[in-house]
């Protein structure tokens, strides 16, 4: 007994949607017929790939995996089918979570750009720490984009091997402030923490699971005598310009997407910060997933930031 590349089709638009009725509606057909699909399937290839509960649909452990082979087989027909049979390639699926960070969206930006495909459906959310976690966890998200330092690190590496997911490098940054270009720190060659006391610290506020272990920002643990905590990336970027505030990251700046009104200064501090992606133990990305990563490595090589190559 072997499956089919219908079956394979089904089975991604379930887990994208994560619910038979739903999944059924989008693909015409029936909820029985659906049903049984999935169920020859599992049946064919000998495991349980979904859980099914009064609540909805989700992947086990074997479906994610699974998943991630299905999506591979389901490209590679795509493509076969677009060079020697002259279709179009069929549409692009890729949802991506991330930290606040300008060379995120630009790599995104970029990865639209080459999709070579007529239509797509992206998701880009900016996302708080735990969130970011649970959309890969739950597949909602194929990787997430966070940070790493030695404060955070061990904590970090424990909740994502509880929830079988994988840290992989990709960068490592010195730590800079964000300021407005009118700060009276503007033009200083490298800051201190002590020359940072009497200016607002800005950094994102991560909801319920407000740990500084979640925190963006490295130093968070620091007492700041003036701190406001916000919720996106255009907040922060004016409360730099009309407060004189700074937040502290990897000094990767987007001209394109923060105009030059933004500018970093290296901050004197012994540490560092890893940036990497997140993503299920056993899933295969996409193909559009390492495109993304592809182009993400390409925003970042020209800043002074330690590549790693295993991206």
């Given amino acids: 007994m072997s499956f089919s590349l219908q079956q394979l089709k089904y089975f991604t638009e379930i887990a994208r949607i994560g619910s038979i009725n739903q999944a059924a509606e989008a693909l015409y057909i029936t909820q029985p017929s659906l049903s049984k699909s999935m169920k020859d399937l599992e049946e064919t290839v000998g495991s349980t790939l979904f859980k099914r509960t009064s609540k909805g649909i989700s992947l086990t452990q074997d ?13 590679q027909s795509d493509l076969l ?8 390639p069929s549409r692009r ?20 750009k ?3 495909s007529s239509e797509y459906e992206y998701t880009l959310r900016e996302a708080r720490t735990y969130e970011i976690i649970e959309d890969v966890k739950a597949l909602r998200s194929e990787l997430g984009v966070l940070y790493k330092n030695n404060y955070n690190g061990q904590v970090i590496d424990k909740i994502l091997r509880e929830n079988r997911l994988v840290f992989h490098p990709l960068f490592v940054a010195k730590p800079h402030v964000f300021v407005s270009s009118t700060n009276p ?8 923490l002590e020359d940072l006391e009497g200016y607002p610290r800005l950094s994102y506020e991560q909801g319920e699971h ?5 925190s963006e920002e490295i130093l968070s643990t620091i007492y700041a005598k003036k701190d406001i905590k916000v919720g996106d990336r255009a907040t922060i970027f004016n ?3 009309g407060l004189n505030g700074y937040t502290i990251s990897t000094g990767i700046v987007s001209s394109d997407l923060n105009g030059d009104n933004i ?5 004197a501090v012994e540490d560092q910060i890893e940036i990497g992606w997140i993503s299920q133990k056993s899933a295969l990305l996409s193909l559009q997933a390492q495109l993304y990563l592809d182009e993400l490595k390409t925003v970042v090589a020209p800043y002074d930031v330690e590549l790693h190559d295993d991206i």
């Fill in 63 to 75: 479906g994610t995996e699974f998943l991630g082979y299905a999506r591979q087989v389901l490209e």
């Fill in 81 to 88: 089918e677009s060079r020697w049979l002259n279709k179009q």
């Fill in 93 to 112: 699926l890729c949802a991506i979570s991330t930290q606040h960070y300008a060379f995120a969206v630009n790599a995104f930006v970029n990865m639209v």
């Fill in 114 to 116: 080459k999709t070579e």
């Fill in 185 to 192: 720190l503007a033009n200083r060659e490298f800051v201190t």
């Fill in 210 to 214: 407000n740990s500084f272990y979640f």
């Fill in 239 to 241: 409360l730099m310009i």
């Fill in 263 to 267: 500018i970093s200064i290296p901050l």
